[in-house]
Every structure is written in structure tokens, then in C-alpha cells.
Nanobody
Framework: QVQLVESEGGSVQAGGSLTLSCAAS????????MAWFRQAPGKEREGVTG????????VYASPVKGRFTISLDAAKNTVFLQMNSLKPEDTAMYYC??????????????????WGQGTQVTVSS
């Protein structure tokens, strides 16, 4: 079992920055790919970005490409999400998720074995 604990989110103004973290504990060899998802009110949850543990390869959804950066501190088993140039449409509950397999569509929720509790990010205009 892998436990994922996200850092506290926050409220920022448009154009601002915020960094989230997701710390993995428990069976720390139990994941090979970690991703961030988000869910805005009234919308479906969507994949934001993901990172492969051994290669560090990253993938980003189009709406955040160039503004968000995912990174991994392997020693701390922690993944970070640096969010810059935030927009009101980035307002959502953000979740980190981890899975053992690196195969399949990275944004497919059903492929993930473990989920964090979610943290709220609010961007005001």
C-alpha cells in the first residue's frame, strides 16, 4: 500500500504562483508513475501532468503546458507541482495519484492504484 499526502493548497490571484507537493509513504516501491489530476466544480476530473519515476519523463495536459512543472525528489519520495501564471480556470481540487504500471493512457483515472485526499487551489481574477 502507498499513502499519498498532498500539501495544503491555497488562494492566489491570477498571474500568481503556487507549489503543491505529494509525499508518498508506505510501500515506497509500489509506484512507478505519479500524476496530478484536478476537478473543478461541475466538471469531470481531468489529468494535469504526470511523471515517470525511473526516467523522470513528464507529460502535460495542453491547458497547463508551459505554465506548470512537475518534478520528483526521489530521496524524499515526493512529487512537486509548480504552478505559474495561474488563471481563474485553474481553480479546482487537485489530487495526486500513483500507479505501479507505466503503461496505458496517463490520464486514465482507472489505471491509478492510489489517490491523495485532494487539496483546493483557488485563483481569483
Amino acid at each position: 500500500q502507498v499513502q499519498l499526502v498532498e500539501s495544503e493548497g491555497g488562494s492566489v490571484q491570477a498571474g500568481g504562483s503556487l507549489t503543491l507537493s505529494c509525499a508518498a509513504s508506505g510501500s515506497t516501491d509500489g509506484w512507478n508513475f505519479m500524476a496530478w489530476f484536478r476537478q473543478a466544480p461541475g466538471k469531470e476530473r481531468e489529468g494535469v501532468t504526470g511523471i515517470t519515476r525511473d526516467t523522470g519523463m513528464t507529460v502535460y495536459a495542453s491547458p497547463v503546458k508551459g505554465r506548470f512543472t512537475i518534478s520528483l525528489d526521489a530521496a524524499k519520495n515526493t512529487v512537486f507541482l509548480q504552478m505559474n501564471s495561474l488563471k481563474p480556470e485553474d481553480t479546482a481540487m487537485y489530487y495526486c495519484a500513483a500507479r505501479l504500471s507505466t503503461h496505458g493512457t496517463w490520464s486514465q483515472e482507472s489505471l491509478y492504484n492510489y489517490w491523495g485526499q485532494g487539496t483546493q487551489v483557488t485563483v481569483s481574477s
